[in-house]
Each structure stands twice: as C-alpha cells, then as structure tokens.
C-alpha cells in the first residue's frame, strides 16, 4: 500500500492536491509538509524545510513514503526580486527529493514544470513539447534545470520520476504564490466581493491556463499512468485553456455586467511576453490520454458558484 509524502503542501496546488490525494489513498496513506504549519489541518502534517536532505529522509523512513510530491519552489514574479535565493532554493530541493527519493528507493516521483521553461525562442502557438528553451526569469531558469536533473534521475538510477509543466493554475480554494498569472483568479475574488480590478498584464495578453480540477486530474492520471506509457522524462506540455485578461473580463462581465477592469502592466507584462500563449499537450494527450474539461465560460461559472460561497455574495444578477 502507498504511502505519500506532498512537499509545499500549503500553497496553492498542494492545498487541493492534498485532499485530492487523502480522498484516493485514505487520510493516514499522506503526509503533508510545508515550511508554515497550518492553524487547522485534517490528517497528518509535519514541518519540514525541504532545503534540508536529512529531513526529508527522516520523513521518508518515519513514514515508510513510496511517493514524493513536490511542490515547494519560489515563482516566477517573487523570484525576480531575489534570484540567488531562488535559484538556490528551487535547486536544492528539487536535488534533496531526486537523490533522497533514489537512495531510499521511492518508487514514484512528481515534480512539476512550468511554461516559464519557454523563452523568447520558442514558438509562442502551439509551443511544442519539444523547443528551444531560453527562460528570461530565474524560475524558469531554475525550472530547465530540474527538468534536466529529472531526466538525468530517470536515465541514469531508473528513478520513475514524472512532471508536467503547468499552465497557469486558477482555482476558487486556495490563492496562488507569486506568479505572473496570479491575475487570473485575483480578477474573480475582486469581482465576486463587487470590486473592480486593475490588472498587471495588458488586455490582450493571452497566456496558457488551467483550472485547479483539471491540474489536480491531470496530475493524478500522469502519476496512475503505467510506466512504459511514458515517454517524456523531462516533463510534459499541458494544456487547459488559453485567454486574455479581457476575455476573461467579458466572462465574469457575463455574470456582474457592471464589473469593470482596467490596465496597468508592470514588471510582470515582460515575463508574460516570453511565454507560450498556447501549448500544444500532443504527447501528453497520445500516453497518458490528457483530455482538459473546462473552457473559459465553464471554469467562470464555477469560480463564481464557489467564490460565493465563500464570500457570501448576492448572485441575483446572475
Ligand atoms: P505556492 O507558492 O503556492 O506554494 C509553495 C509552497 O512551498 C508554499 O506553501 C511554501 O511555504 C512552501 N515552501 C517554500 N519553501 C519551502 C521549503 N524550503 N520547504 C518546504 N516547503 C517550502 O506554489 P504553487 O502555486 O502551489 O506551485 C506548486 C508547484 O507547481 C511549484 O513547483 C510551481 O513551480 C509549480 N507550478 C505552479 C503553477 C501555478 O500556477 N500555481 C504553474 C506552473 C508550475
Ligand atoms: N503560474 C506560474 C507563474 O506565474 C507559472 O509557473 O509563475
């Protein structure tokens, strides 16, 4: 029977991919672990600072752990204002779970990517899974780099490590970290609470997104895939959907006709010009069967079901 281990377990994707994971292998089958500790948490968690081996091997024998999630990095907008400690955080963890995870043999691995691994070189339609990778920002810099130790682990110790590289990731549970695509859930919170939104990114900046259910499936259905289905060991594209901030403006406009968003690009516009606007998810689609389930108006209309909830809005002019 697997036992878990979720890294970064209180950030955006570890949030919901902990309880996606309780619910599949049972609440005493994960362990979540984060730098902060948590008020309240259902199951078990422990602290742990990743940049620390010995930690996480202790975890890992404590727990008799065969699978290793991990999500802790530093992203792409926070990590420009610090990019040594970035790089070095982004690198020493992901090098701690490789070669914790080969020495105590873990039998499976999941360490994500990111469209920051594209740069200015790559075709910005349909990049394809296979491009030259250029990053302008040290995250992503620091995301080729663990791509390349991925495939490294892989090659050389036949360690069954997987990753997909995430568009950006909307959800109504939980708020992103630091990135250049933070936008995009921001914008419901505002309108939801009937405020308007200024944005940081032009109107017509068109970056690849995804829904939290569609990267929490997406996720599990790579990590259930049988080995000898995958044949990218760096890490896969993946798509969700794509749109600009005005696009998804005219959404939620849909639902509160009089929400209003302006613009004032910053230091983000840049990082967003060197990305894909769309990826082209072939592969992923041809090994493991990837097939994403929400469109813009589909994810607008579950944001706003939920984000009410939480903020218990008036919905009658929906
Ligand atoms: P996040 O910033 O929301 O969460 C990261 C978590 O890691 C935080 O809870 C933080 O406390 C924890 N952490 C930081 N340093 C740590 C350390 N030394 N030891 C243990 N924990 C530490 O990030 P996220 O959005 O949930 O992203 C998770 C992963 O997915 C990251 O690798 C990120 O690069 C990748 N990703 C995310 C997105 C996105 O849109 N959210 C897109 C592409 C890739
Ligand atoms: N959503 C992430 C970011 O903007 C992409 O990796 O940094």
């Known amino acids: 029977m697997d036992t878990i281990l979720v890294i970064g377990a209180g950030g955006q994707i570890g949030t919901v991919l902990v309880q996606a994971l309780q619910q599949k292998f049972g609440l005493n089958r994960v362990v979540a672990s984060d730098l902060k500790t948590p008020q309240v948490f259902s199951g078990i968690f422990e602290t742990l600072d990743a940049t620390k081996a010995e930690a996480i091997t202790a975890l890992v024998r404590r727990y008799e752990v065969t699978q290793i999630y991990h999500l802790a990095a530093i992203l792409s907008a926070s ?23 080969r020495v105590e043999k873990v039998s499976k691995v999941f360490i994500p990517s990111s469209i920051a691994v594209f740069g200015p ?8 899974q296979q491009s030259f990778l250029d990053p302008t920002t040290v995250y992503g810099i620091s995301k080729v780099a663990a791509e390349n130790w991925m495939q490294y682990y892989y090659t050389k110790y036949n360690l069954d490590v ?10 109504y549970q939980s708020m992103p970290g630091g990135g250049t695509t933070d936008y995009a859930v921001d914008i419901y919170h505002k309108a939801v609470q009937g405020q308007d939104y200024e944005c940081f990114l032009s109107e017509d900046t068109r970056l690849p997104m995804i829904y939290m259910d569609d990267a929490i499936r997406a996720t599990l259905e790579l990590m259930e895939a049988d080995a000898d289905q995958i044949t990218v060991r760096n890490s896969y594209n993946l798509a969700g959907l794509s749109f600009t901030p005005a696009e998804v403006a005219a959404a939620i406009q849909h639902f509160f006709p009089t929400f209003q968003t302006t613009y004032k690009p910053d230091f983000r516009q840049q990082i967003a010009n060197s990305w894909p606007q769309s990826i082209d998810d072939s592969a992923a689609r041809r090994d493991w069967g990837w097939k994403p389930a929400y469109d813009l108006t589909r994810m607008t209309e579950d944001m706003i079901h939920h984000l009410d909830h939480q903020y218990h809005a008036d919905l009658t002019q929906v």
Do not use: C, F, K
């Open 79 to 101: 990590g420009e204002a610090n990019p040594i400690r970035t790089w070095e955080l982004n690198m020493q963890t992901v090098l701690n779970v490789l070669e914790v995870a």
């Open 162 to 171: 997987r990753s997909i590289r995430y568009p950006g990731v909307i959800s």
């Open 121 to 128: 070189s790559a075709n910005p339609v349909n990049t394809p």
